[in-house]
């Protein structure tokens, strides 16, 4: 959400629990992944709120502003 009146109110953890909710009922993939920049802290509790867990670092994975930056990988399965 890129309105800041839009935020802080559970629009996105809704979205991405509703999101995940039918990948695995309707697609036969075991795995969902979230891939975010180190610094968002919203994008990062939104994943731990839907169940997702940190996996791990890809470092210097993006090239963002004239440098490359690190990401967190974030992943659920279909059993957890």
């Known amino acids: ?3 800041e009146a839009s935020r802080n109110k559970g629009i996105m953890t ?3 629990t509703l ?3 039918y990948l695995f009922g309707t697609k036969k993939i075991n795995r969902l992944q979230l891939v975010i920049m180190i610094p968002n802290k919203a994008s990062k509790r939104v994943a731990e709120k839907c169940g997702y867990k940190l996996e ?3 470092r210097g994975a993006v ?3 004239q440098e490359n930056h690190d990401l ?3 992943s659920l399965l279909r059993g957890e």
Do not use: G, Q, R
């Open 1 to 3: 959400m890129f309105d």
């Open 14 to 16: 809704e979205a991405v």
């Open 19 to 21: 999101l995940t909710k």
């Open 56 to 58: 791990s670092i890809a």
């Open 63 to 65: 090239f963002h502003n």
């Open 72 to 74: 967190e990988v974030w």
